[in-house]
């Protein structure tokens, strides 16, 4: 998960451990892309705005030409015009809008990941 709202990532891994995720936290974009080993993460839950140069957009950018890229489910609470469609050409299986209920999060996750419909 790469977000950087302390609160909600932890929210957030406590909705995902009890869904029976293992869960790694990034607070940035910059953190995420040099830490990121991909044989451990499967989907990567991406939130577009994040401090610093490297934002959701330029995560889902350097995430394409990576070897074994896990999924992506990407998630804003500042929505605009052809965000979605420009995410879903970097690369994203599913565009959320926070604040996000745990059904639609699992949902969009699991179909990302291949377990879901």
């Known amino acids: 998960m790469v977000d950087d709202e302390p609160a909600l990532r ?7 451990r009890l869904n029976d995720c293992e869960v790694i936290a990034f607070a940035s974009g910059d953190e995420f892309l040099q830490r990121w080993e991909s044989d451990r993460i499967d989907c990567v839950l991406l939130d577009l705005h994040l401090p610093g140069k490297t934002d959701g957009f330029r ?7 990576r070897r074994n890229h896990p999924a992506v489910v990407v998630m804003t609470g500042h929505d605009q015009p052809g965000y ?3 995410v879903r050409r970097l690369g994203a299986a ?21 377990e879901g419909e």
């Open 10 to 16: 932890k929210a957030l891994g406590r909705l995902l």
């Open 59 to 65: 995560v889902l950018d350097a995430l394409r030409f």
């Open 84 to 86: 979605e469609q420009q």
């Open 94 to 114: 599913a565009y959320l809008h926070k604040p996000i209920d745990e059904v639609s999060l699992m949902a969009a996750i699991w179909v990302a990941v291949g």
